[in-house]
């Protein structure tokens, strides 16, 4: 057995939190308790099914709780707030945001009303996490990242995915090279319900950031049309220049029954994201040409299991907050690209 240090157990850089250390990493003793020294309180906007879905992930989040939900409605929000044992409950948005007991608000209201409750939230003084599509458009997006920049609070798209293990892994071995310079990356996933009315959801604002977890620059241009859906809804398929030199990015949606995975390829090799790629827990990465004749043989890593828990992303905003940064202006400012 070779004594060469193995980069899948032996390099710092996938194991310890790449590229930040998470409240999970601590929980398994790989960093610094002082990193979620001062866990956040949630204020919860909107009485929604998948606002349930965040509050039961934050349960994965050491020290994270929810004091307060809002809704349209007292009833609802009394109802929703009992139902997750949360203390507080309101009829106004402003009102949770206005809470002392709140230091970050998730807003996952109407996708419309985005922009205002953003605005509202940032007015305050909150930290905000926003469910997908963050804005209607890139200028609105654009005004609320300067307006939290202004107040120095937090604020981020809901992009739960790019959060993940395996997308992280991903990301450090493309910017270590192991592929070589990235040429496309492709994802395929299933037609859905989501694709029924892309007017409220938003065309591929659940696909890029597989995307901006490459690294690439948030300028892309459309290069081609895409083919209606099975329902008529969205295109089901859509493709994205970058620059001549770097290729092109492409998200399918297509109709049939093709493996949901998504791959970066590169000049060197690629990197599989296994199926399921919007909530994975393994990876492949192949290197090396195949010959001119004979068999393909494609050399790499069998697939790497890594955890497939909910909480990624509620880890990486509390520790991110922890160590004193604002990540509003960095590169984890998705919905100016999508």
Known sequence: ??????????????????????????????????????????????????????????????????????????????????????????????????????????????????????????????????????????????????????????????????????????????????????????????????????????FGADEMPLIAAAGRAPRPQPHAGGIPSAHGGAPSAAVLQYTEQQGIAVITFPSGRFPEETQYIGTKGRITIETPSHHPSALTIRTGRPPRRGTRKEEGKPPMELDPSHGWNGDWIETHWNQDRNPSNGPFNHACLV
């Open 1 to 202: 057995m070779s004594d060469a240090p193995d980069p899948w157990t032996d390099d710092p850089t996938f194991l310890e939190g790449w590229p930040m250390s998470t409240p999970l990493d601590i929980r398994r003793g790989l960093t610094r308790e002082e990193d979620v020294s001062f866990p956040l309180r949630w204020g919860i906007i909107s009485a929604s099914a998948i606002a349930s879905d965040w509050i039961k992930s934050l349960q994965d989040v050491p020290g994270a709780s929810v004091t307060a939900v809002a809704a349209r409605d007292m009833d609802r929000a009394k109802a929703y707030a009992e139902a997750h044992g949360v203390a507080t409950a309101y009829d106004s948005y402003a009102d949770l945001c206005n809470d002392p007991n709140v230091d970050i608000v998730y807003i996952a209201s109407k996708t419309w009303d985005h922009h205002r409750d953003l605005l509202t939230a940032i007015a305050a003084g909150k930290h905000v996490l926003c469910e997908k599509p963050f804005t209607d458009t890139a200028s609105q997006a654009r005004e609320v990242y300067a307006a939290a920049d202004e107040a120095g609070v937090f604020c981020q798209e809901a992009m739960w995915t790019r959060f993940f293990p395996a997308i992280e892994h991903a990301r450090a071995a493309m910017e270590r090279g192991d592929i070589g310079e990235l040429q496309v990356v492709q994802a395929d996933y299933p037609d859905r319900v989501y694709a029924l009315n892309p007017a409220v959801t938003g």
